[in-house]
């Protein structure tokens, strides 16, 4: 009876997997479908198109939006490789994440000092965390991964 609940929990996580998998390319094809439509309405204006109006704010933004569904993407298929979650895509996920949202803050110049400061202690936290993992995972050969004397 457990291996005929654990063979159903096996399929269902590998029919839910598979999904995730066509969602989240769905979902990127998408996001550059916006990317092209943006750049598509842009091009005719072009000659009068400032960095500050609002259709090149947009594309900036979608771009940036791209390289967020691109790092989720990749993360998700690193779990689908391993069965588990790498901690450092995970965080490289988010420094995009915290890049992409300091970018367009302040490409809108609508960031204050504060919150820009605040977003910057984020990334340097995750980018120390980012070292932290690098130093300390098991494929670089780190101290949690030595055996031995």
Request: aromatic fraction near 8%.
């Amino acid at each position: 009876m457990r291996h005929l609940i654990q063979r159903i929990y096996a399929i269902t996580i590998e029919w839910i997997v598979n999904g995730l998998i066509l969602t989240m390319l769905v979902a990127l094809l998408f996001a550059f479908a916006d990317v092209v439509s943006t750049l598509v309405h842009l091009i005719p204006a072009l000659p009068n198109v400032h960095l500050e109006d609002v259709q090149f704010r947009d594309l900036v933004v979608s771009v940036l939006n791209v390289f967020v569904v691109i790092e989720l993407f990749s993360t998700f298929l690193g779990y689908v490789k391993t069965r588990h979650v790498r901690l450092s895509t995970l965080i490289d996920a988010t420094a995009v994440f915290i890049i992409r949202d300091m970018l367009i803050q302040l490409y809108r110049k609508s960031v204050s000092n504060q919150e820009l400061l605040v977003l910057a202690a984020l990334l340097l936290i995750v980018v120390i965390a980012r070292s932290i993992t690098g130093r300390f995972s098991p494929d670089t050969g780190g101290e949690n991964s030595r055996s031995g004397p």
